[in-house]
């Protein structure tokens, strides 16, 4: 190690490999995983949150975690939205077009996309 | 792209409890489901909560899996990593966290809600159970390295020596000496001297562990320290003298110790700064009286490790007679965090005269046996009762023992007392290295006295009489006291004796041996009495002094008594009780070998203890 500058490259390296692993007030796209979920699609959905959110450069800001069956099956893949001190919004019948469209729109423009909330799908 | 990180315990408690197969269970079912490229199985350091090990953490979500056995592996992997539901019934189950998260939504205990780690204040541990110890590019993204760094580029060694000095940090091996103060003893005549720096990894206190989790967890955290303590005193060579029992730290000290070295944080010209530090491991054949500091610099000198005279302090004349600095391994562990953040931030935490926090390894009766890391002046009560889950079973809390054999004993009516070098000494224990073993009323104290000076009898060296001689006849007469010989002037002699091998002794070892003798004879003289005079050992330990018996009356005559006795003590008799069918059983005492197998076996509460 010759510098300092040698060290603060492998630590902005690693920090966004190891940040997972703080807890805090983080937003969080939370990916129903039941059998349903995966049935209708979810595993594609999730790996677009998870590579869009790398991308984007969000780590550590944004967290993408997975949950069990909500029930409300014939909407599957639902995603949730948690932001701190938001209201939870959540996505149904979700694609990995759709995903990247809230990415970039919800999560990084901060404008929810009505379109393809459950409640436009229930009013549908 | 990795989303999720299943974090396996690899400390000792965790490894013996089968974490290693875990792991490699956890590895192979997530390959079979195809998510080697989604999900990271990383082994970490120790979590702390050992009673419940071995221990998973799974992140993002951070939900904590307790006494995860290799059979709960496949159904963690398929529901919670694959589907995303947490397998609820092996979530760490804990009262305060589930009332904490009524009425949020998530059903499940994350980790910093339970009592157990929401009380602790973790600095020395920081990185324990969250890094992977084996890879030091985690620790350098924990800002790892960076103090050394800073220590390099912008501060004077004397600059490193004031910030340690205002910081307040004393010395976690026991006697609480200022650190800043070895530092500047040591730092006269740069570069002219050959000088040393030292680590003592010789954690020898029954109960004690928590040298061996920062030394399993966080290894680089000590070289990183030793490297700014050989800056500011002006050496270039480290030591850490770590005992063999302790096969995993030693393991990954090494590697850690190699990796620096690979990325040039160990070696020549550290940072361009033309400072050098190299560092090796010397093992110690678990000797307690190596834990002093002289002798432990003896035995890396290749001698037989024993004590010698101070002064010349070793900040004088230390290893190879050279001056040297010898701190703890948890020492150690706090001073990147001091230059970092700065010597008023840590000075911030903790009471008057000590400062920060100290890590405890909590044993004996409580529920959570573990390591907890709190800022000095908490109370016994809030560690006993919050974190370490109270005493199971019920019983009365009696009395905490800390500092090991050098230590003494707190009574309950002092549970409130903050946790502090001073308070601890003027209640006649010590802080000692960090064990902290609870007891309840089913300990006797004479016993806990005994165990202790059993202990130090052991491991005296022998090199000085008062230690060698005195701790032997203590030992005898506790020995008298609790055969049911004992006579009221034997404690005068224990007392008396006591203070002379105090004053007399060469090293700490002797110094403090018959503390745990003093400190329950102060606190506890009448369980000493009861001994004595009534013959009796209160807490039904002393097997001299037990009796078992059977009220003839009661027994019916059934026998199960006799066929659970393994010494054949139990016999009928002629006498059948009014309204009984069979004659009674009787214990025959001289045969008793006291082992209490007897009484579950009694339905109908005949037997009785004295």
């Not at chain 2, 590895?27 to 990271?40: C, D, F, R, T, W």
């Not at chain 2, 480290?238 to 000290?253: S, T």
């Amino acid at each position: 190690m010759k510098s300092l500058a040698e060290l603060a490259a492998i630590r902005e390296k690693m920090k966004d490999k190891i940040v997972l692993r703080e807890g805090g007030e983080n937003t969080r796209i939370v990916v129903g995983m039941a059998t349903c979920g995966i049935a209708a699609g979810a595993r594609p959905v999730l790996n677009a949150f998870v590579e869009g959110v790398d991308r984007e450069d969000l780590n550590g800001k944004v967290v993408v975690s997975q949950t069990g069956c909500i029930g409300l099956c014939q909407y599957e893949p639902i995603v949730e939205i948690c932001e701190p001190g938001k209201e939870k919004v959540t996505y149904v019948k979700m694609t990995v077009e759709k995903a990247e469209k809230v990415l970039k729109e919800h999560i990084k423009g901060g404008k929810i996309v009505e379109e393809y909330t459950i409640t436009s799908a229930q009013k549908a | 792209m990795i989303r999720s990180h299943v974090l396996v315990c690899g400390g000792t408690g965790c490894t013996s409890s089968g974490s290693p197969k875990i792991q490699a269970a956890f590895q192979s079912e997530i390959e079979k489901l195809g998510l080697a490229e989604e999900v990271k199985v990383v082994q970490t350091g120790c979590f702390g909560l050992c009673a419940l090990g071995p221990v998973v953490i799974v992140y993002p979500d951070g939900t904590f899996y307790s006494n995860v056995t290799v059979d709960d592996v496949a159904e963690i992997a398929s529901e919670h990593l694959l589907k995303g539901r947490i397998v609820e019934r092996l979530v760490y189950n804990d009262t305060g966290a589930a009332e904490a998260k009524e009425g949020a939504e998530e059903a499940h205990a994350s980790l910093n809600d339970t009592t157990f780690y929401k009380a602790q204040h973790r600095l020395a541990l920081r990185n324990c159970g969250v890094i992977n110890p084996e890879n030091i590019e985690e620790y350098i993204a924990m800002d790892g390295y960076a103090a050394l760094g800073k220590v390099l580029t912008e501060m004077t060694p004397d600059d490193v020596i004031q910030t340690i000095l205002d910081s307040g940090l004393r010395g976690r091996g026991g006697a609480g000496f200022p650190t800043g103060m070895k530092w500047k003893f040591a730092s006269g005549n740069r570069g002219n001297v050959q000088k040393y720096v030292c680590c003592n990894a010789d954690e020898g206190d029954p109960g004690a562990f928590m040298d061996r989790s920062i030394l399993e967890g966080d290894p680089h955290a000590l070289i990183e320290a030793m490297a700014i303590a050989g800056y500011a005193i002006g050496a270039n060579q480290g030591y850490v003298y770590v005992r063999a029992e302790y096969p995993i730290a030693v393991n990954r000290l090494q590697i850690a110790i190699d990796q620096a070295k690979e990325y040039g944080l160990l070696g020549k010209d550290i940072f361009g700064s033309g400072f050098d530090f190299d560092l090796g491991i010397r093992l110690g054949a678990g000797a307690f009286v190596c834990g002093e500091e002289t002798a432990l610099m003896t035995s890396i000198e290749g001698k037989r490790g024993e004590p010698r005279p101070r002064p010349p302090f070793p900040a004088v004349k230390g290893l190879f007679e050279r001056p040297t600095v010898l701190n703890n391994v948890e020492t150690y562990a706090n001073i990147p965090q001091i230059i970092l953040h700065g010597a008023d931030w840590f000075a911030s935490m903790g009471t008057e005269k000590s400062k920060g926090t100290k890590v405890f390894a909590l044993g004996g009766k409580i529920k959570n046996t573990g390591l907890v890391e709190v800022p000095m002046g908490t109370t016994l009560r809030q560690i006993i009762e919050e974190i370490g889950g109270g005493i199971p079973n019920g019983k009365k809390f009696k009395a905490a023992q800390t500092g090991g054999p050098s230590g003494g004993c707190i009574p309950a009516h002092l549970i409130d007392t903050p946790i502090d070098y001073d308070n601890l000494l003027e209640i006649g224990s010590m802080m000692g290295s960090g064990g902290l073993i609870v007891m309840d009323e089913d300990n006797c104290m004479v016993d806990i006295a005994r165990f202790f000076l059993d202990f130090t009898v052991d491991e005296s060296c022998g090199k000085c009489t008062p230690c060698r001689v005195g701790t032997k006849r203590l030992l005898e007469i506790l020995d008298k006291i609790i055969s049911g010989n004992g006579e009221l002037e034997d404690l005068d002699r224990l007392e008396e004796l006591s203070n002379y091998i105090k004053s007399a002794s060469l090293c700490g070892l002797g110094q403090t041996a018959p503390n745990p003798v003093l400190s329950t004879l102060r606190y506890f003289r009448d369980e000493y009495v009861a001994h004595i005079v009534d013959k009796k050992c209160p807490a039904g330990v002393c097997k001299k002094l037990v009796r078992f018996s059977i009220d003839a009356d009661k027994c019916i005559g059934c026998g199960m008594c006799a066929k659970q006795c393994p010494a054949s003590a139990i016999a009928r008799t002629d006498y059948v009780a009014p309204g009984h069918k069979l004659a009674s059983f009787a214990i025959d005492s001289k045969k008793c070998v006291k082992c209490g197998a007897c009484l579950p076996t009694c339905k109908f509460k005949a037997i009785s203890k004295q």
